[in-house]
């Protein structure tokens, strides 16, 4: 018997060999190739099955690559199979044309006992505008990069977002252009970075080289999925998405086998609200648009979870059939706790300035009928909810955030009004101490100017007893640069007398005269300012036309003011001389 198995063995071995000799002559035989190229433009909807179902070929489409004809195509195996015991796991679907190369796709196949639910956790972000340092309401930045960074390590499955306006802010972050925020969220490895209007506050040049940017290895993904190439001059949006600033969308395959896709938008109408001067050659076109062609493109490439990450307001995107595209919207921008369920989609905001963290758990069924994505826990995180879950600021993150702050230290706590009393608020006595400053150092430069004014404050200083470098720049962040225009009659009434603070002197003549025209010192947002069909608006008859540029921006002309008055050396500096009706130098409207 046992030589007799092993004969039988020998002759099965013996004509296998035969068979491979054969089989290697006849795969050294040219064979005809295919002469025509198919692509796969969208898989099935149903890419998950349970034994007992059947394969569902709805919603294949499958192209001619030259022509973009739909094709019509045989599937091994065909639509109605019934799936197996032996199927489970990976489950290869081959798609075949006569005188076309083949494709595949893979579903999977699950046994009918299994619980097919998922989740995925969500933290978000939006907002943070350079937020370093602890506040009453906000954890110093790197207890919240480490809170994020242990949740990311105790659950593959989760997904940190950021919705812009990331860098711009307040010295710390300001003095480096954003780079420390950067290098955190690439330490911590967040998922995708949305571009917000304040990030380009500095110019297009500055987020080419964040998003260059890495730590470790790791570049968090920026995405402007609605950031196209402009031409000012011609007013027209070219065909380009600026993948420069950042690319469309990304998408991750976790650990627990969902795929989630995130597009990134910022608001159309934001255009208006960046300085036209760093907005020459690029354009926002419509958010809802892009969200929604995007979103079918993921969900063509497999993607069970499609996320809406938009640097916009929730009223900028509900009431647009997002719903039927995407399962959450994160929002921005306006600074609100949002919080809308629209046809079972939620839509949220977590204010700003790193008060808080969302969090958002995806649920998804496959088995559900009808929307997959349900939600778990949705709540927003406060600062004591952040901090008691931290004790100690990872090392890696401190030692970040050491390196750069060691840089500022010495600037952001320079004084520069050593006896301060009073409220100063954002909307009337610290712009009105802006203009005095801006209408002093013109008429320094040589500028013949009528009066300086400027839009309102960023943040109030509320009861301090004296001021350092740090502490104006919460009110004014930005590094706008000081103009010299001549503005006409009906903009000095229109435009400068009704929305803002003025500083003149003493012998201007408040009964304006309708044919003469006037020299205003102002910074370049205003100056320059353009509406969303980039017609300038506030001074259309000056049309971006200038005198002249003061040589520093506006916060150092503050600086150098306060200073140079002796403010920094004891004098008082009281808000009540700089509320609106304390001097007749003051003004918010003309006759």
Excluded at 142 to 167: C, H, S
Excluded at 409 to 429: F, I, L
């Amino acid at each position: 018997m046992t030589k007799k198995v092993f004969r039988n063995n020998f002759v099965i071995a013996l004509a296998s060999s035969v068979l491979l000799v054969l089989s290697m002559v006849s795969c050294a035989t040219p064979q005809p190739s295919a002469t025509k190229t198919m692509i796969l433009y969208a898989r099935p909807y149903t890419t998950t099955y349970k034994v007992g179902e059947n394969l569902s070929l709805t919603g294949l489409k499958v192209l001619d690559e030259d022509s973009g004809e739909q094709l019509s195509v045989a599937t091994n195996p065909p639509a109605g199979y019934t799936f197996k015991e032996e199927d489970i796991g990976d489950f290869n679907v081959t798609v075949s044309k006569e005188n076309y190369n083949s494709l595949s796709f893979t579903v999977k196949v699950k046994s009918k006992e299994e619980d097919n639910k998922k989740t995925v956790r969500i933290y978000a972000t939006n907002d943070i505008h350079g937020t370093i340092k602890e506040s009453d309401v906000a954890p110093d930045i790197g207890v919240t990069m480490t809170y994020l960074k242990d949740r990311k390590i105790e659950n593959p499955n989760t997904l940190l977002l950021d919705q812009g306006d990331t860098w711009q802010g307040s010295i710390y972050s300001n003095y480096n252009h954003g780079e420390l925020l950067t290098d955190l969220m690439n330490y911590v490895h967040f998922d995708a970075r949305t571009i917000g209007n304040h990030d380009f506050d500095w110019g297009v040049n500055y987020i080419i080289n964040n998003t260059a940017k890495s730590y470790n290895g790791y570049q968090t993904p920026v995405l402007a999925a609605n950031v196209y190439d402009y031409d000012f001059t011609s007013k027209t949006t070219g065909s380009s998405q600026q993948n420069r600033i950042g690319i469309p969308s990304v998408s991750y395959e976790l650990e627990n086998g969902l795929k989630v896709g995130i597009v990134g938008t910022i608001g159309k109408e934001q255009i208006s609200s960046i300085t036209t001067t760093y907005a020459m050659d690029i354009n926002f076109i419509d958010h809802v648009q892009v969200i929604k062609k995007e979103a079918t493109k993921l969900r063509s490439q497999g993607c069970d979870i499609v996320i809406a990450s938009n640097h916009c307001g929730q009223d900028s995107v509900l009431n647009n059939d997002l719903s039927n595209y995407v399962d959450l919207v994160l929002c921005g921008h306006s600074h609100q706790r949002e919080q809308t369920y629209e046809n079972g989609v939620l839509f949220t905001q977590y204010k700003a300035y790193n008060q808080y963290v969302g969090y958002i758990e995806l649920i998804y069924d496959p088995d559900a009928k009808g929307r997959k994505v349900s939600y778990g826990e949705v709540s927003a995180l406060t600062k004591n909810d952040i901090e008691r879950k931290v004790d100690t600021i990872d090392s890696g993150i401190q030692s970040i955030i050491d390196g750069y702050n060691s840089e500022c230290d010495e600037a952001a706590n320079e004084v520069v009004a050593s006896n301060t009393s009073g409220y100063w608020s954002s909307y009337e006595q610290l712009p009105n101490l802006m203009c005095n400053a801006i209408y002093e150092a013109a008429i320094s430069e040589g500028y013949d100017v009528d009066l300086a004014y400027c839009n309102q404050g960023r943040a109030s200083l509320k009861y301090l007893s004296s001021w350092n470098y740090a502490d104006i720049y919460q009110s004014f962040p930005f590094d706008n640069i000081v103009y010299i225009i001549e503005v006409t009659y009906n903009e000095m009434i229109n435009e400068i007398g009704q929305y803002n603070s003025v500083y003149h002197s003493e012998d201007f003549d408040m009964n304006l005269d309708q044919n003469k025209k006037y020299k205003v010192a102002c910074i370049d947002h205003l100056a320059f300012h353009t509406n969303d069909n980039r017609d300038y608006d506030y001074f259309s008859d000056n049309a971006g036309a200038s005198i002249g540029a003061l040589s520093q921006n506006y916060r150092l002309i503050l600086k150098d003011y306060l200073k140079g008055k002796g403010y920094s050396d004891g004098l008082l500096l009281s808000s009540d001389n700089y509320s609106t009706d304390s001097s007749i130098c003051f003004s918010r409207a003309f006759n």
